[in-house]
C-alpha cells in the first residue's frame, strides 16, 4: 500500500487549502480513509476521516465546519479541503488508510506527509 500526499504549503491566516492523498496497492473502494497532523512539538492528532463508501464522516472537533473530507473511489484519491486556516492548523499533515474505524484505532498505513503552515 502507497499512499501520496500533495498540496501542502503556505498560507495567510483565513484561507483555504485543498490537501489530496493519492492510494495504490489497495483496493481503495474497501479502505476507510483519514488525514491526522502532527504540529511541531506535539503528538500526532486525529483530524478527519471518511468510510469506504463515502457515507460517513468524522471530524476533530478542532476542526469541525472548517475542514471537509472528500473521496473518489475511481480515482483512488482523498482530499481534505481546508477553510479559514489558523495558526494553530500548521502542522505535517499525513493521510493514512485501514479497513478499521479509522477514527477509532492507528491505522496501519500511511503517507509520507506535507507541511502546512498557516502565517501571515
Known amino acids: 500500500v502507497q499512499l501520496q500526499a500533495s498540496g501542502g504549503g503556505l498560507v495567510q491566516p483565513g484561507g483555504s487549502l485543498r490537501l489530496s492523498c493519492a492510494a495504490s496497492?489497495?483496493?481503495?473502494?474497501?479502505?476507510?480513509m483519514a488525514w491526522f497532523r502532527q504540529a511541531p512539538g506535539k503528538e500526532r492528532e486525529f483530524v478527519a476521516a471518511?468510510?469506504?463508501?463515502?457515507?460517513?464522516?468524522f471530524y476533530a472537533d478542532s476542526v469541525k465546519g472548517r475542514f471537509t473530507i472528500s473521496r473518489d473511489n475511481a480515482k483512488k484519491t482523498t482530499d481534505l479541503q481546508m477553510n479559514n486556516l489558523k495558526s494553530e492548523d500548521t502542522a505535517v499533515y499525513y493521510c493514512a488508510t485501514d479497513q478499521t474505524r479509522i477514527n477509532l484505532t492507528t491505522p496501519r498505513y500511511w503517507g509520507q506527509g506535507t507541511l502546512v503552515t498557516v502565517s501571515s
Open positions: 496497492g489497495l483496493t481503495f473502494s474497501g479502505y476507510n
Open positions: 471518511i468510510m469506504w463508501s463515502g457515507g460517513s464522516t
